[in-house]
Nanobody, 128 residues
Framework: QVQLVESGGGSVQAGGSLRLSCAAF????????MGWFRQAPGLEREGVAA????????YYADSVKGRFTISQDNANNTLYLQMNSLKPEDTAMYYC?????????????????????WGQGTQVTVSS
């Protein structure tokens, strides 16, 4: 079993920055992919950024490219999401996720169905 615990959410003004963290506990050896997803009220959960934990390759949603950066600290089993130039439309609950699939094609890295472990989420609110 794997437990994921997010932190770092909060309220900021547009143009501000936040850094989300996701601590992974348990049997994390087979977390080959990890990602950040978000869900705004009334909308589907969408993928924001993902990383292949063994090689470090990353993948981003077009809406956050150039503004968000996903990274990992393997020694401490922690995933990060640095969010800069935040916009009101970034307001959502942000979730950390892990996948034990050995391989996910790039086109599927942001699909929620590819991930089998989820955190409880951390709220990000961006005001204009």
């Amino acid at each position: 079993q794997v437990q994921l615990v997010e932190s770092g959410g909060g309220s900021v003004q547009a143009g501000g920055s936040l850094r989300l963290s996701c601590a992974a506990f348990g049997y994390t050896y087979y977390n080959y992919y990890m990602g950040w997803f978000r869900q705004a009220p009334g909308l589907e959960r969408e993928g924001v950024a993902a990383i292949y934990t063994l090689g470090g390759s990353t993948y981003y949603a077009d809406s956050v490219k150039g503004r968000f950066t996903i990274s990992q600290d393997n020694a401490n089993n922690t995933l990060y999401l640095q969010m800069n130039s935040l916009k009101p439309e970034d307001t959502a609950m942000y979730y950390c996720a892990a996948s034990t699939k050995i391989w996910i094609t790039n086109a599927y890295m942001l699909r929620k169905n590819e991930y089998n472990y989820w955190g409880q989420g951390t709220q990000v609110t961006v005001s204009s």
